[in-house]
């Protein structure tokens, strides 16, 4: 599949009832090529608005996560699980993120990462293990067919609870040593 198909595929999409109230499918941004994929839950109300993950307050504080490590969006490719937006910011049914699963492994068929990171217990548990547990378990490595992977508290629960914003960090220092170490943080290789 090409990503125009993809992007074609989601924007028709009518698998589960999310889909009829949505603003706009929310896909993706970012470099199509990096090494490194952050994967979260689903759109807010403000991606549903735009078309574009993390562009609210949480995004501005991902935004801020990234800068402090030397990364950007332009530099890695940021999406979520679902494309559209749960109704009350709602955690997405079992259902509802089975509905939407292929076309994230669609995009991971388009990008190759070598590093995903999950965003938050809901991403965490669709991707690592359904009884991951982001408290006890955030800042280490999975390795799963050959690529790793790694949870960190989703940037919203950091605005909520800024009390948890010191384990964030050094979840973030733990990827950028991880990135080094695989020979991809260079700029060219992102």
Same mark, same amino acid.
């Given at each position: 599949?090409?990503?125009?198909?993809?992007?074609?595929?989601?924007?028709?999409?009518?698998?589960?009832?999310?889909?009829?109230?949505?603003?706009?499918?929310?896909?993706?941004?970012?470099?199509?090529?990096?090494?490194?994929?952050?994967?979260?839950?689903?759109?807010?109300?403000?991606?549903?608005? %735009?078309?574009?993950? !993390? @562009?609210?307050?949480? *995004?501005? +504080?991902?935004?801020?996560?990234?800068?402090?490590?030397? /990364?950007? &969006?332009?530099?890695?490719?940021?999406?979520?699980?679902?494309?559209?937006?749960?109704?009350?910011?709602?955690?997405?049914?079992?259902?509802?993120?089975?509905?939407?699963?292929?076309?994230?492994?669609?995009?991971?068929?388009?990008?190759?990462?070598?590093?995903?990171?999950?965003?938050?217990?809901?991403?965490?548990?669709?991707?690592?293990?359904?009884?991951?547990?982001?408290?006890? %378990?955030?800042?280490? !490595? @999975?390795?799963?067919? *050959?690529? +790793?992977?790694?949870?960190?508290?989703?940037?919203?629960? /950091?605005? &909520?609870?800024?009390?948890?914003?010191?384990?964030?960090?050094?979840?973030?220092?733990?990827?950028?040593?991880?990135?080094?170490?695989?020979?991809?943080?260079?700029?060219?290789?992102?």
């Amino acid at each position: 599949m090409t990503w125009d198909e993809l992007e074609e595929k989601c924007k028709n999409c009518t698998a589960c009832a999310i889909s009829r109230q949505r603003h706009n499918v929310v896909i993706g941004t970012g470099n199509k090529n990096s090494k490194i994929m952050f994967v979260g839950e689903a759109p807010g109300y403000h991606e549903d608005m %735009q078309g574009e993950p !993390f @562009v609210g307050n949480a *995004g501005a +504080l991902l935004d801020k996560m990234l800068a402090s490590i030397g /990364l950007s &969006r332009q530099k890695v490719y940021i999406c979520n699980i679902l494309k559209c937006r749960p109704t009350d910011n709602r955690d997405p049914s079992y259902e509802e993120q089975a509905s939407c699963i292929g076309f994230l492994r669609e995009q991971y068929k388009l990008i190759r990462p070598m590093l995903i990171v999950c965003l938050g217990r809901i991403a965490a548990q669709a991707l690592i293990s359904p009884n991951f547990k982001i408290t006890r %378990q955030r800042g280490s !490595f @999975v390795e799963k067919k *050959g690529v +790793l992977f790694i949870a960190t508290y989703h940037p919203s629960a /950091l605005l &909520r609870d800024e009390s948890k914003k010191k384990e964030a960090w050094e979840d973030l220092k733990t990827i950028k040593r991880k990135m080094i170490e695989m020979e991809i943080y260079d700029e060219q290789k992102l």
